[in-house]
């Protein structure tokens, strides 16, 4: 986030619970079964967990999950449980709580992971996943505490290249990272068994040799996954965008509340066969 902030949308701006929840069902209707809810911060939305359970009702959906920071996770953990989250990943780029700070600018590690335990503490909340952005001259001193925070609990740690998403656009190529490079230094102390990658999964994951502990890493900067991804982002505001990256979007939230739901549903349906995910 920009150090000044963001502006806030007006709520007319964002769609409610009930646009959101009529997309998922036209969009399950047609194939889609995973939905992860992210953000920006998706606990800063108020009531949150409302529109989990109005998600997890849907026909058809099979996995919802979200990606948090954490900050409010110790809170809303019991709620998001009760409505029927899946499945959770919290994004923690830095475990000494100063060079925590100096990234995230919240003094806020201690509350983070006592929300992760908050939510792990619910068994059928699983798999739990910390996200480490990696940037060079930064996330190397950071390596071997994630390494030991995977060994010594069941999450499922996993390294993620630097990416040019920053809001204060300070990004440049020789700040990335890369996953080879973590893992060769996670290998001078721990070997590393990859584990069989998933269809359409962007992780490639690595069980510890002696079987303690899983270490993954995203890597869509040196090894782009683009061939196989099947993924949507559907944003705050009823954009439609078919990759992260892209600069196009297409407006959903005007032709839904002009009453075009059937224009909707033939846009989905001319996507039928290319998209079975949404992110």
Request: hydrophobic share 40%.
């Amino acid at each position: 986030m920009p150090a000044e902030g963001m502006p806030w949308l007006a709520r007319d701006q964002i769609l409610s619970f009930e646009e959101i929840e009529r997309l998922v069902r036209l969009l399950a209707g047609l194939g889609i079964t995973d939905v992860r809810l992210t953000g920006g911060e998706p606990l800063a939305r108020r009531e949150f967990p409302v529109l989990v359970g109005m998600l997890r009702a849907i026909d058809g959906i099979r996995d919802l999950s979200m990606t948090t920071n954490g900050y409010l996770l110790e809170r809303d953990a019991e709620a998001l449980v009760e409505a029927g989250i899946d499945r959770v990943n919290v994004s923690v780029d830095a475990l000494a709580r100063d060079r925590f700070h100096e990234i995230t600018r919240r003094d806020a590690l201690p509350q983070v992971l006592r929300g992760l335990e908050t939510i792990a503490a619910h068994e059928r909340v699983r798999p739990i996943k910390v996200n480490a952005v990696a940037m060079r001259d930064f996330t190397e001193d950071e390596v071997f505490r994630f390494c030991e925070l995977a060994r010594s609990t069941d999450y499922q740690v996993r390294f993620i290249e630097f990416m040019p998403l920053d809001g204060d656009r300070a990004w440049s190529a020789d700040q990335v990272l890369t996953g080879a490079e973590i893992r060769a230094q996670i290998e001078t102390r721990y070997p590393l068994a990859e584990l069989e990658r998933e269809a359409h999964a962007t992780a490639r994951v690595y069980r510890f040799a002696d079987g303690v502990g899983e270490i993954g890493f995203i890597n869509p900067v040196s090894e782009p996954f683009c061939a196989d991804c099947n993924r949507i982002r559907l944003t705050a505001e009823g954009e439609l965008r078919t990759c992260l990256f892209s600069v196009r979007e297409t407006d959903l939230r005007e032709p839904l509340r002009g009453g075009v739901a059937a224009g909707v549903a033939g846009w989905a349906a001319r996507t039928r066969g290319t998209v079975t995910g949404t992110e």
